[in-house]
């Protein structure tokens, strides 16, 4: 059988679809990450606290370690937001391309039917032909 005209188009938006998965799975992959980093973030601050005794100097600098962590998760949440809002962008994109691939390929499909049908009633056309000479010659 020949080839369907959509058959190109399907292979383009199959591409496509490969490249939006690829790009979703490392959306998911930096989500991950980032959620991971904040995590870790969080559970260093809880294992901070500050001194009950000792010189103003150590009071001081175990402050400036919390306040450092504080901006530590402060930077990892705002990753975390850019993380989530690329992932929902790339998501819609993916969605999309498969739309687009579903659509070709469901148009490829029922043009290989139309012409599947068409071949068969060439064959019964012609098998009713062969079968109307070969009566006609039995005949005779």
Same mark, same amino acid.
């Given at each position: 059988?020949?080839?369907?005209?959509?058959?190109?188009?399907?292979?383009?938006?199959?591409?496509?679809?490969?490249?939006?998965?690829?790009?979703? =799975?490392?959306?998911?992959?930096?989500?991950?990450?980032?959620?991971?980093?904040?995590?870790?973030?969080?559970?260093?601050?809880?294992?901070?606290?500050?001194?009950?005794?000792?010189?103003?100097?150590? !009071?001081?600098?175990?402050?400036?370690? =919390?306040?450092?962590?504080?901006?530590?998760?402060?930077?990892?949440?705002?990753?975390?937001?850019?993380?989530?809002?690329?992932?929902?962008?790339?998501?819609?994109? !993916?969605?999309?391309?498969? =739309?687009?691939?579903?659509? !070709?390929?469901?148009?490829?499909?029922?043009?290989?039917?139309?012409?599947?049908?068409?071949?068969?009633?060439?064959?019964?056309?012609?098998?009713?032909? =062969?079968?109307?000479?070969?009566?006609?010659?039995?005949?005779?």
């Amino acid at each position: 059988m020949s080839k369907s005209r959509y058959e190109p188009l399907v292979k383009l938006k199959k591409k496509a679809l490969d490249t939006a998965e690829r790009a979703l =799975i490392g959306a998911n992959n930096a989500l991950s990450s980032a959620s991971d980093k904040l995590n870790r973030a969080y559970e260093e601050l809880s294992h901070m606290s500050l001194p009950t005794h000792g010189s103003v100097g150590e !009071f001081t600098q175990a402050t400036s370690m =919390i306040h450092t962590q504080h901006q530590t998760i402060e930077q990892a949440q705002q990753t975390l937001r850019l993380a989530e809002e690329r992932q929902r962008q790339v998501r819609e994109r !993916f969605k999309a391309a498969m =739309i687009d691939y579903e659509k !070709f390929k469901y148009l490829e499909v029922q043009e290989m039917n139309a012409r599947l049908k068409h071949l068969k009633t060439q064959e019964a056309k012609m098998l009713d032909e =062969i079968g109307t000479m070969t009566y006609r010659k039995e005949a005779l």
